[in-house]
Each structure stands twice: as structure tokens, then as C-alpha cells.
């Protein structure tokens, strides 16, 4: 069996989370089309993209592959990633004062014993934001921070300063929830991680 885990994801913070706890990880990006469906609800919405990515990025029955997808969600309606600084305000006005959800989405697939083995799961956090003057949403969207981020803003980086309270899971926020995605390896027979050769914080 293989020891890697391939990572089907160009996301530094997976990679970062991953790498952190001693997992051996080969990172090949899936290039997915990520547009939503029409009406399409946010748990539906990662949960298809996860499993698209893990099928693209997947060349080898007996590769263990992981893929994810995050959203942020308030009321129902899917915040991708911002395009301009325009949108990305626009978006942290709406999410100020307010709490949403972050929804990670996660497939792992491999064999096992020459049978195929898939685990996959959804998990929610709630993000509390605190309310966002006009100030310090223009100091915040001028730090660049933004692009590429789900919901326009990075719990990881100075984001975090726009965040009263979370409810939940901490990774799943950051992009991957880690102690449920540890637990489907377990659980599959996939690859290990070894705390001890990781890298500490």
C-alpha cells in the first residue's frame, strides 16, 4: 500500500495541515469547472466539487487521494472567491456582525486489498464576525488578503481580527477539517500521519 497521500488541491493551508502532522503528501491540483449549479445548495455544492477533484486528480487504482472543497455560506447563498476589491467588500459587508457557515466537503478514495475504498464527509462551522466599520474594511480589503479566499477573508492571517467567535471546527475554517479527515484514514486503512515528524508550530 502506499504511504503518500495525493492531494488534489493547489491550496498551500491543506497542504500546510497535512504536512504539519507527518503526513507524506504528492499535491496534483485538480482543474475542475467550480461554477454552482442553478438553486444548488452549499453542502451539495462542495460535497459534487470534492468528488470531481478527487476523480480528476486520481490516475492509479491503488493511489489514496484527497480532495476538498470549501464555501462560505450566509442565508442559503454559496460566497465564492471575491474577483475584485469592489466584490470582496461587498461581501465582507454582508458577512459583518454577522455569523455564517464554512462548509468543507471532503472525498478520500483508495484500495484496500484490491477493493476500492471511498470516505467522504461534510462539516459545518459557524464563524461569528464582528461588526466592520467603514475603516477597517477598506484597511482590510487593501491588504490583499482576500484573493482567493472563500468569503473574501483568511481565519489564518489577519482576517482572523474580523472574527468574534467560532463555533466548531478551526481547520474546517481554514480549508480542511483535519481531525474528521484523520479519521476517515484510520478508518479506510489509507495513509498515516506520525506527529513526531511533523512540524510543530
Known amino acids: 500500500m502506499s504511504t503518500t497521500l495525493l492531494l488534489a488541491s493547489a491550496s498551500p493551508r491543506r497542504r500546510e495541515l497535512l504536512q504539519r502532522v507527518g503526513l507524506l503528501l504528492e499535491v496534483r491540483p485538480a482543474d475542475i469547472d467550480e ?41 442559503g447563498q454559496i460566497l465564492g472567491k471575491a474577483e475584485t476589491p469592489e466584490e470582496a467588500a461587498k461581501m465582507l459587508r454582508w458577512l459583518a456582525g454577522n455569523t455564517h457557515q464554512v462548509v468543507t466537503a471532503f472525498c478520500l478514495a483508495g484500495e484496500r486489498d484490491g477493493q476500492p475504498i471511498v470516505r467522504e464527509g461534510v462539516v459545518s462551522s459557524d464563524v461569528q464576525f464582528i461588526e466592520l466599520d467603514g475603516g477597517v474594511l477598506a484597511d482590510y480589503v487593501a491588504s490583499g488578503e482576500w484573493r482567493g479566499k472563500a468569503g473574501a477573508y483568511a481565519i489564518q492571517g489577519i482576517g482572523a481580527a474580523l472574527v468574534a467567535a467560532v463555533h466548531g471546527s478551526v481547520t474546517n475554517v481554514i480549508g480542511l477539517p483535519l ?15 506520525r506527529f513526531a515528524a511533523g512540524t510543530p508550530a
Request: proline fraction near 9%; charge should be negative.
Open 35 to 75: 461554477t454552482p449549479h442553478d438553486g444548488e445548495a452549499p453542502v451539495a455544492y462542495v460535497a459534487r466539487l470534492a468528488r470531481a477533484k478527487a476523480a480528476a486528480a486520481r490516475q492509479r487504482p491503488e493511489e489514496w487521494v484527497l480532495a476538498a472543497d470549501t464555501t462560505v455560506t450566509l442565508d
Open 179 to 193: 481531525a474528521e479527515v484523520l479519521a476517515a484514514l484510520r478508518d479506510a486503512g489509507g495513509p498515516m500521519p
